[in-house]
């Protein structure tokens, strides 16, 4: 059965202090792995798609990285203003039709001053 | 502004009273869904829809009904809504094909009492 874990549940940083979640995933042919913020009260936001293992992708303090078996999240001196609960999704090949996001749990960030 | 529009974003009902949760992009896009998220338990799709009059069970469809006669509108319907279906309900939607992210709406919160 496909299925997607995060880890941590929940992380509480210091504002400055780098830290990374991670997603492990058991997927029978993956064609992406998408990370997505979520912020109280709204939807998920895109951040990243990842194709391949080996894959990095940055974006101001985020960095998202891919292997066989998971990805990462790392977070380079967080500020408050990151703290969110961040999601990552899989893509698997179906054959045909476009292949529907199975979703981990999420991990609640919070960065405090 | 590219967005995805759910209406309403709250809404109390009473258990048996049919209600219709619209939802509306205007992207072009092509491929649209239903997930409802509750907590501990993560995003779970309940439909989705790969064009216009083409629909599909996601995960959780029991109790829930779809259409798409516009490829703008993704209707949610829920015919004899149950207090189990008490959730926040989100509608995206992105491209066909693989690696295409979704985008979400802000969600709509229900409570079938």
């Known amino acids: 059965e496909d299925q997607v874990t995060q880890s941590p549940e929940a992380l509480r940083l210091q504002e400055g202090e780098s830290s990374s979640l991670n997603c492990s995933y058991t997927?029978?042919?993956?064609?992406?792995l998408f990370w997505y913020r979520q912020d109280p009260g709204k939807g998920p936001e895109f951040l990243f798609t990842?194709?391949?293992a080996g894959e990095e992708k940055e974006k101001e303090r985020l960095k998202a990285t891919l292997t066989k078996k998971e990805s990462f999240l790392h977070i380079t001196a967080p500020k408050p203003e990151d703290s969110a609960t961040y999601l990552c999704?899989?893509?698997?090949?179906?054959?045909?039709?476009?292949?529907?996001?199975?979703f981990g749990k999420g991990t609640k960030l919070s960065v405090k001053p | 502004e590219a967005q995805v529009t759910q209406n309403p974003r709250y809404l109390i009902t009473v258990t048996g009273k049919k209600l219709t949760v619209t939802c509306s992009q205007n992207?072009?896009?092509?491929?649209m869904s239903w997930y409802r998220q509750d907590p501990g338990l993560g995003l779970r799709q309940i439909y989705y829809?790969?064009?216009?009059?083409?629909?599909d069970k996601g995960d959780v469809p029991e109790g829930y009904k779809v259409s798409r006669k516009e490829k703008r509108n993704f209707p949610l319907i829920l015919e004899s809504p149950s207090p189990n279906q008490t959730s926040l309900y989100f509608c995206?939607?992105?491209?066909?094909?693989?690696?295409?992210?979704?985008?979400f709406g802000d969600g709509t919160r229900l409570s079938i009492l």
């Open positions: 995206a939607s992105s491209r066909t094909g693989y690696n295409q992210p979704q985008h």
């Open positions: 997927v029978s042919g993956l064609r992406g």
């Open positions: 990842l194709y391949s």
């Open positions: 999704a899989v893509q698997a090949n179906y054959g045909g039709s476009q292949g529907n996001l199975i």
């Open positions: 992207m072009n896009h092509e491929y």
């Open positions: 829809s790969m064009n216009v009059e083409v629909t």
